[in-house]
């Protein structure tokens, strides 16, 4: 046997990688296209309809625009716009983190009780008036829902750092923590006014309608920041899914990697829910789309889920505005209704294959 005869084969491996490569960036380019598109035709939607080349020519040269369209697209929709691309991308990318750390196709900030322990947190500012920092009164219910989904993501922090916790465990721990706060939640609704009873109804079906260019910059920062903390751990994340031991063999500091994720996840689910409110689902349906398009290599599988959860949002925003003429659906309401059947499903087939 030659030397060519033995390099063939590793050549022939390197060229299907590349290929492999190749295609892969070419979805990402693909879900990044479609990204700018719902952008575009999101903030074209409302009472005022505008073409998707006018919205595209204000955004792009704002001064070549009339004063009104200025307004009503760089002050009112573009900053609803955004926000549904980084809160759809934060609860994709915290969604796709949580499942491969706990190895479980149905963890997310919706399952694992955040959003659950949010929507209580911002009951009691609307319904008792209570702020659980007294110091910043205006912002009590986007606080409140923020120190509460923190409060309950360190609980499931620090329980899952306890001997003999396993990943079940702590997916079940989540579910228990959701009928916790419903409990509450319901009991706070019970004692609510009418008028308090309307707001947190609304506040928990999710909603872009109170977003703000300060919202955007926040959840945008929050993101610039986990992203590459997780990006530079891409090949440990990668390393995991083919399990503990193997991982563990590989030199990853398995137990470690899962507290760091569990904190960065805590964040990245928290800051957006508490100013969004309850947006379920996006969180599992955004990785397993990414997953699905991708495989598990973290360099790929990590934007392509952000990208996936981002587009998702975005698509939901134009259907709450194309549903009904005039009117904005709650954007929670949308998710849910996609979403569930994902759910269905996913349940119906993990017992008939392995994840």
Not at 131 to 138: E, I, K, N, R
Request: charged share 10%; with cysteine; net charge positive.
């Amino acid at each position: 046997m030659t030397i060519a005869d033995a390099d063939a084969p590793r050549a022939a491996g390197a060229q299907s990688y590349r290929g492999m490569a190749t295609r892969r960036i070419a979805i990402l380019g693909g879900l990044s296209i479609a990204l700018v598109l719902s952008v575009a035709v999101d903030v074209s939607l409302g009472p005022a309809r505008y073409a998707v080349w006018e919205v595209l020519q204000t955004i792009l040269a704002p001064g070549t625009a009339d004063v009104q369209m200025r307004v009503v697209v760089w002050d009112i929709r573009m900053p609803m716009a955004l926000l549904a691309v980084t809160v759809g991308a934060s609860l994709s990318l915290a969604g796709a983190q949580m499942q491969t750390i706990l190895a479980n196709p149905l963890a997310s900030p919706f399952t694992l009780g955040l959003s659950a322990a949010a929507s209580f947190g911002a009951a009691l500012a609307m319904v008792l008036g209570v702020a659980l920092f007294p110091g910043a009164v205006s912002l009590m219910v986007p606080i409140n829902a923020f120190a509460m989904a923190m409060a309950a993501s360190m609980l499931i922090f620090g329980l899952s750092t306890l001997r003999g916790v396993t990943t079940e465990t702590i997916i079940l721990l989540g579910i228990a923590l959701v009928f916790t706060f419903n409990a509450a939640l319901a009991l706070l609704q019970y004692f609510a006014s009418e008028q308090a009873l309307s707001a947190v109804v609304f506040w928990t079906m999710g909603s872009l309608t109170k977003a703000t260019w300060g919202k955007v910059a926040i959840t945008a920062l929050i993101l610039c920041i986990c992203t590459p903390l997780f990006a530079r751990r891409a090949w440990a994340l990668t390393a995991i899914r083919l399990g503990e031991v193997r991982a563990a063999a590989m030199g990853v500091p398995v137990k470690r990697l899962r507290l760091e994720a569990l904190v960065l996840v805590s964040i990245l689910a928290a800051v957006p829910v508490s100013f969004v409110g309850t947006i379920g689902f996006i969180g599992i349906v955004g990785p397993h789309v990414a997953r699905l398009l991708l495989g598990e290599d973290q360099r790929f599988f990590l934007p392509g889920a952000m990208l996936s959860g981002a587009v998702i949002l975005s698509a939901t925003s134009v259907l709450s505005k194309a549903l009904l003429p005039g009117a904005v659906l709650p954007i929670g309401i949308i998710t849910a209704l996609v979403g569930v059947p994902f759910f269905a499903a996913l349940i119906l087939t993990k017992g008939r294959k392995s994840w």
